[in-house]
């Protein structure tokens, strides 16, 4: 039976509200003005999580309240974010991957329809870190998303039907697919995980009518693999030919990582998508020495062929897992009096990094978190000056206090956010240090690839997390609400200067964007790591929406935390010992309003 065959559908009961032409088409081009949907994962080709809607204010959030929930039927980490296009509101679940789509217009929001893909369940052995999906992309009268099993599904937006169905991922290679995906014209942007797999990272770029793959750039490896053309790649810090080869010691890129799990954005009169990569492979950094370039990085491609443009590194020769999958937002930003298109970027390694976004060079790089792997950051060469003391390596043994943890100073799955009202970024932070000890690991195809041993301890100060406001055009902290337990959810700030975040311990909470004041907060019955959206309802009121369900690496690390599974009888970690009495895993859509 066909993958199409087995979708289910619970009765088509009327075209989507507002959809076709009627509807901007996300995917073609920015919309001029505030249209009150929010049809791609970001909210915005330029990754800024920012809505112009102004209804809620620091002068009525605290009547924010309840309107509706929902129950996805999956118990797991909800990360990623619903989708509001026209009068229907789109979620798509953790494995296995159900697609709702619910009617806005109708008491109770009923479903319109539900997509029930086949999705392998081998895929939740291979996944790292929980079986997560960050999200789906509206385009041309199509829900887009990837399936954990390495599909990329195209669903016709009013009915539920399947369109076309890419395999772009190899379970059997340790790849799946977690990511949301990026429309950029007639492309769709698709990426894999797998850094603890030892994949060969790469992104692809699929004909938006058909699926089709119609190129595929790795992100490391030799110039011909990674769509690296004479007179097009100019690096701003290196030069000469196979730097993605040449840096790595024995050819151990070919099972380097750098897997693409994360956000990414466009910029289209650049024409330049920009996505970062994960960490190198394996942990243990004696096993590939060298730079292990475009690990742990941000690249620029053309959104058409995949020509890369320029690619800068954030840690060169990884040694500590500091991802750089995360959000790359765009924004025009007065940096030392000087107009600049900058791309800024909150990395795992604790450092902000404020780059030109047409070359890639580094303009301001400043730790957000407690950082003591490096001392700083040189702007002249872009590279880390690094604390000789917390290098790792197998040979070196138990590496002790090396702050921050590898869940970093932020998690790649937790997206800022941008206001051009306040001119600042608003993000989830985590406090936490470790100790490494790396021990040699072994290749085998579709296995971790991983060998480390790494306990993790509150940094300083005791918090384990918290949620601020950042100067990226300064680097400085304006003002930082500290969390009892790591802070894991997206931000969203709006025009009403509100910005809105979740707990690990199931809080959801508004805050004044200026000052930081807690202006409202509900607890929602399970832990979020998912992305708070708004949107204008068909009543023309403004409205959040945001998902509750912890997991994410938060599954693998804090025992007693579901009922469901006698068999799950860990500990909760040490770090992290009371969690269980705050919050257990949960699947729900919340949606608030005044």
Not at 502 to 518: I, M, N, P
Request: proline content about 6%; aromatic content about 10%; some cysteine.
């Amino acid at each position: 039976m066909s993958r199409a065959a087995l979708m289910a559908m619970l009765g088509c009961l009327g075209a989507v509200a507002g959809n076709g032409d009627s509807v901007r088409a996300a995917g073609a081009q920015a919309p001029a003005g505030e249209d009150g949907q929010w049809t791609m994962p970001s909210k915005d080709y330029a990754a800024t999580r920012y809505s112009g809607l102004a209804g809620i204010t620091p002068q009525n959030a605290s009547s924010l309240h309840p309107v509706w929930t929902f129950s996805t039927g999956v118990l797991g980490g909800h990360e990623g974010q619903p989708l509001v296009v026209g009068d229907t509101m789109y979620v798509v679940t953790p494995w296995p991957n159900v697609l709702y789509a619910f009617d806005l217009t109708r008491e109770g929001y009923p479903l319109r329809w539900k997509y029930r893909p086949d999705v392998s369940a081998n895929a939740i052995g291979i996944s790292c870190c929980d079986a997560v999906n960050r999200g789906a992309f509206y385009a041309d009268g199509k829900i887009i998303y990837n399936l954990l099993d390495g599909h990329t599904v195209a669903v016709e937006a009013n009915s539920g039907r399947e369109l076309w169905n890419t395999q772009i991922a190899d379970l059997s290679n340790g790849e799946t697919t977690t990511m949301a995906p990026l429309v950029v014209k007639d492309r769709v942007i698709v990426g894999a995980a797998g850094g603890e797999f030892g994949i060969y990272g790469w992104v692809k770029g699929l004909d938006l009518k058909s699926g089709r793959t119609v190129w595929t750039g790795r992100n490391i490896g030799p110039d011909a693999d990674m769509l690296v053309r004479a007179g097009t790649f100019k690096p701003p810090y290196d030069s000469g030919a196979d730097l993605g080869a040449r840096s790595w010691a024995n050819d151990s890129w070919q099972t380097g990582g750098a897997p693409v799990w994360g956000s990414m954005s466009y910029d289209p009169e650049l024409d330049l998508v920009y996505y970062g990569t994960g960490n190198a492979s394996p942990y243990n950094p004696e096993q590939r020495l060298g730079d292990n370039k475009w690990s742990a990085s941000v690249l620029a491609r053309k959104p058409g062929d995949g020509a890369l443009v320029w690619a800068y590194q954030f840690t060169p020769h990884d040694n500590w897992d500091y991802d750089a999958a995360g959000a790359m937002i765009l924004a025009d930003l007065t940096v030392a009096g000087k107009r600049t298109k900058a791309l800024v970027h909150f990395d795992k390694n604790g450092f902000a990094y404020t780059l030109d976004r047409a070359t890639g060079r580094l303009l301001i790089a400043a730790a957000f978190a407690p950082v003591n792997w490096a001392k700083a950051v040189d702007l002249t060469t872009g590279r880390p000056v690094l604390d000789p003391a917390k290098q790792t390596g197998a040979s070196r043994g138990n590496v002790k206090g090396i702050c921050p943890s590898l869940e970093g100073g932020v998690s790649p799955s937790s997206p800022a956010a941008y206001s051009p009202r306040t001119h600042l970024f608003y993000t989830s932070t985590n406090n936490l240090c470790m100790d490494y000890a790396a021990t040699r690991a072994s290749h085998l195809k579709g296995t971790p690839f991983v060998g480390v041993t790494s306990p993790y301890f509150a940094g300083p100060g005791g918090n384990l997390g918290a949620f601020m406001a950042w100067d990226a055009a300064t680097g400085r902290k304006v003002w930082e609400n500290k969390e009892p337990y790591p802070n894991w959810s997206g931000a969203l700030v709006t025009a009403g200067d509100v910005a809105f975040y979740g707990t690990l311990d199931g809080w959801f909470k508004s805050v004044d964007a200026r000052t930081g004041k807690v202006l409202s907060k509900f607890k929602v019955g399970s832990g979020v790591v998912g992305n708070p959206i708004t949107y204008r309802g068909p009543d023309g009121r403004q409205y959040v929406a945001v998902y509750a369900g912890f997991g994410g690496d938060w599954a693998l690390l804090s025992g007693d935390t579901r009922s469901d599974d006698p068999a799950d009888v860990r500990p909760p970690a040490d770090f992290l010992k009371d969690i269980a009495r705050h919050t257990s895993q949960g699947g729900m859509i919340w949606i608030f309003g005044l």
